[in-house]
Nanobody, 122 residues
Framework: QVQLAESGGGLVQAGDSLRLSCAAS???????MGWCRQAPGKEREFVVA????????YYADSVKGRSTISRDNAKNTVYLQMNSLKPEATAVYYC????????????????WGQGTQVSVSF
């Protein structure tokens, strides 16, 4: 059974940093991994992705320059480091896994985590 378990969310102030983690179990870590987020009243937004060998990275314009995705295949864990957070980053962040070497915004992930709440105050 595949499980993606996110952690690291919380309430922070604008300008602070957070590191989200996604621990995968039961998943061949050859999958591409990514993070999506859904803000209140908005559709789910695809924000970052990393290929299975970490060679290809994707960042949405909304997070580019302030976020870094990485993965540790030995630990079956993907990380999302977010710096200089803005209130508009407030959302539930979901970890996603897709079969194949890369994940792009039009990909349909095969697996989703339960999500972790990130709240950024003014």
């Amino acid at each position: 059974q595949v499980q993606l378990a996110e952690s690291g969310g919380g309430l922070v102030q604008a300008g602070d940093s957070l590191r989200l983690s996604c621990a995968a179990s039961g998943l061949p870590f050859s999958y591409a991994m990514g993070w999506c987020r859904q803000a209140p009243g908005k559709e789910r937004e695809f924000v970052v992705a990393i290929s299975r060998n970490s060679g290809i990275l994707y960042y949405a314009d909304s997070v580019k320059g302030r976020s870094t995705i990485s993965r540790d295949n030995a630990k079956n864990t993907v990380y999302l480091q977010m710096n200089s957070l803005k209130p508009e980053a407030t959302a539930v962040y979901y970890c996603a896994a897709a079969s194949g070497p890369v994940m792009v915004p039009t990909s349909t992930p095969d697996y989703w985590g339960q999500g972790t709440q990130v709240s950024v105050s003014f």
